[in-house]
C-alpha cells in the first residue's frame, strides 16, 4: 500500500521499510522526518507518527502518546484497541518511564510490577519518555503481542524516531533556521 497526502507544500508516500532491523529504522527515521516537515503541531504530528509506526512495524498491537496534562498521563493520538485515558506518574510503565526520565523496554510485562493492561494481547512493552524544552511532554509506548518483541536496536531506534517527533514542535527547525 502507499499513502500519498499532499498539502500546500509537499507529497508524502509511505512504503514499508525493508532490509534488517536497523536498516528498517533508517528508513523509518527519514520518513518520519518528511512527514513531519514544516508542519508544528503537536496533535497532528503525534497522529501521523503514529499512524507510520503502526504500518511500518511488525508485531505490534498498540502504539502511540501520553501526554502530561502537569498532573497526570492523559492519551493522545495512537494506534490499536481503545486505551486507558489517564496514568499517575510513577504508576505502570509508562508512568514509570514518565517518572524517571529513564526508557523502559520490557520484554515479559507480566513480570513487570504494577503493569497496566490495557490491551490482554499485550506480552512486551517500550516505553520512550518525551522531554521538551526541558519539561516533561509525555510518553511514546510501543505494545506487542510478542515477548522480548524489543530490543537494543528498537531503543535506539524509538529515541531517534521520538528525537524527530519532539523537533517537529519547535516553531523553528534546524533545517528551516539553516535554508
Ligand atoms: N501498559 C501501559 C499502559 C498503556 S497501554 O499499554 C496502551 C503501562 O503499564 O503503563
New binding site residues.
Given amino acids: 500500500m502507499s499513502l500519498r497526502c499532499y498539502t500546500l507544500h509537499m507529497s508524502f508516500s509511505v512504503t514499508r521499510p525493508t532490509g534488517n532491523k536497523s536498516e528498517q529504522y533508517a528508513q523509518l527515521l527519514e520518513q518520519a522526518r518528511a512527514l513531519l516537515h514544516g508542519e508544528h503541531d503537536r496533535i497532528a504530528n503525534a497522529a501521523n507518527f503514529a499512524a507510520l509506526v503502526w504500518y511500518a512495524l511488525p508485531d505490534i498491537n498498540?502504539c502511540g502518546f501520553y501526554f502530561f496534562d502537569g498532573r497526570e498521563l492523559v492519551v493522545g493520538p495512537f494506534q490499536g484497541k481503545p486505551?486507558?485515558v489517564r496514568?499517575a506518574l510513577g504508576r505502570?510503565?509508562?508512568?514509570t518511564a514518565a517518572a524517571t526520565g529513564q526508557v523502559q523496554c520490557v520484554a515479559d510485562?507480566h513480570a513487570f510490577a504494577g503493569?497496566?493492561?490495557?490491551?490482554a494481547d499485550?506480552r512486551s512493552?517500550i516505553v520512550v519518555p518525551l522531554v521538551h524544552d526541558g519539561a516533561l511532554l509525555g510518553v511514546w509506548?510501543v505494545?506487542s503481542p510478542l515477548p522480548n518483541r524489543f530490543d537494543e536496536t528498537d531503543v535506539a531506534g524509538m529515541q531517534a524516531l521520538c528525537a524527530v517527533f519532539l523537533g517537529s514542535l519547535s516553531s523553528t527547525t534546524q533545517t528551516e533556521a539553516a535554508a
Fill in positions: 498498540w486505551a486507558c496514568i505502570g510503565v509508562c508512568g510485562v503493569h497496566i493492561a490495557c490491551d499485550s512493552e509506548d505494545d
